[in-house]
Each structure stands twice: as C-alpha cells, then as structure tokens.
C-alpha cells in the first residue's frame, strides 16, 4: 500500500518544484542590501543608492516616463535620465532577475550615459560588478565605441560614452546590463524536467514491487 502511493506523490513534488517560483537573483544574494551607482557628471561622480527593496528596483520606465523629473538617478540638470532595473541578461526586465540593467535617453548631443561604477550592497560593502554583458549604445557617430566595459573594469577614473538618442527622444534607449559574481544560479528548465524524470522513474519501480 504505502509503495503504490509513492509515485504520485514523487511526482507532485517534483512539479511542484517544476512550477513554483524560482528564488535565485541578486536580491538572494546571502547579505544583500540594496544597490549602488557612480554617475559621472562634469567629471566629478555622483553616488547614488537603492535599498533592498527599493520598487524602483523592479519596475521599468518606459517612453517618456524617463524624463527629469520621473527618472530612476541622474546628477545631470536636463534630460539625460536614467532607468534602473532588475533583468535578465539580454536586459529584459525581470523583477528578481540575476542581472542589473541600466537604461538611459538624453537630447544632449554627444557621448551622454556615463556610467562610472555600479555595485551590490552586501553586508556594509560594495561589490562591484564583474561584467558587462549585453550593452545598447546611442545615435550613430555620438558615442565613444568600447566604453560600455568601463561600467565594471573596477576604476573609479572611468566611465561610459554610450552617445544620445536625440534621433528618438524620449523613447530611444541606450542601456548596460551588468552580471554580479556570486549571485544564486537558477536551474535550467532542463535541470527540472530530469529532476522530474528521475523521481517518476523511482516512482514506478517501486509501484512495480508492490
């Protein structure tokens, strides 16, 4: 009797598994407390923090949403705004994702978008980004090409020229997104069907004993 029970119940614990929601991204990270930014403005840079959940964290600003007086960060005193948000690699948002997505426009000509450092807060300290992996520059001709890497090359004496989107403002986009060494990895779908495989295997095995 017990035995013959053993199969469904392997198997909705693994579907469970399968579809209940995956608790892996940078805000899992063990001793996560927020989010940290270095924009650079007239040389100088401009700090700028997001505390653990902070829902400016895990919403996107889309159009003209991004503007001065809506956007996320931004020292500059005009239109060159910034979007701050949890995604997935190619910086599509995702409100617990594994990466961090900078988004930004401006209507000022030329080399705007400058991104000096970013961090995650862990316990009192900055752990400053690993890579970037997926970056979106500006206007043709008004950008500094190469200059996404500065974002997480670990110097504080360099920074970002992604160019501007004054062809396509307010709605054009240039964007960094960034990957963190450390964060909890989320298995693959494919991780999850074997799971789901194996358990139905030893399920059925042991239903045929019985």
């Known amino acids: 009797m017990t035995r013959t029970l053993t199969l469904p119940l392997l198997t909705g614990t693994a579907l469970l598994a399968l579809t209940g929601p995956a608790l892996a991204g940078i805000q899992d990270m063990a001793g996560y407390q927020g989010i940290r930014v270095w924009e ?6 401009h700090q700028f923090d997001f ?3 902070d829902t400016r964290l895990t ?12 956007r996320d960060f931004g020292a500059y005193n005009g239109n060159e705004n910034y979007d701050l948000y949890f995604s997935d690699a190619d910086g599509s948002l995702s409100a617990n994702g594994s990466y961090l997505t900078i988004a930004g426009n401006c209507d000022v000509p030329y080399n705007c978008f400058n991104i000096t450092e970013v961090a995650v807060r862990i316990n009192g300290s900055d752990q400053l980004a690993s890579a970037v992996v997926h970056a979106v520059y500006g206007r043709a001709g008004s950008f500094t090409a190469g200059s996404a890497a500065n974002a997480a090359d670990g110097s504080f004496a360099s920074y970002t020229q992604l160019g501007d989107t004054m062809n396509d403002y307010p709605n054009g986009r240039m964007s960094i997104t960034l990957s963190f060494d450390g964060v909890p990895a989320v298995p693959e779908p494919g991780s999850w069907m074997l799971l789901l495989a194996g358990m139905g295997l030893i399920g059925h095995r042991a ?3 019985g």
Do not use: E, K, N
């Not at 650079?40 to 840079?45: D, E, H, R, S």
């Not at 919403?59 to 809506?70: C, E, K, R, V, Y």
């Open 40 to 45: 650079a403005t007239y040389i100088a840079a």
């Open 51 to 53: 505390a653990a959940g």
């Open 59 to 70: 919403a996107m600003l889309a159009g003209a949403s991004l503007s001065q007086a809506g």
């Open 207 to 209: 239903r045929r004993r």
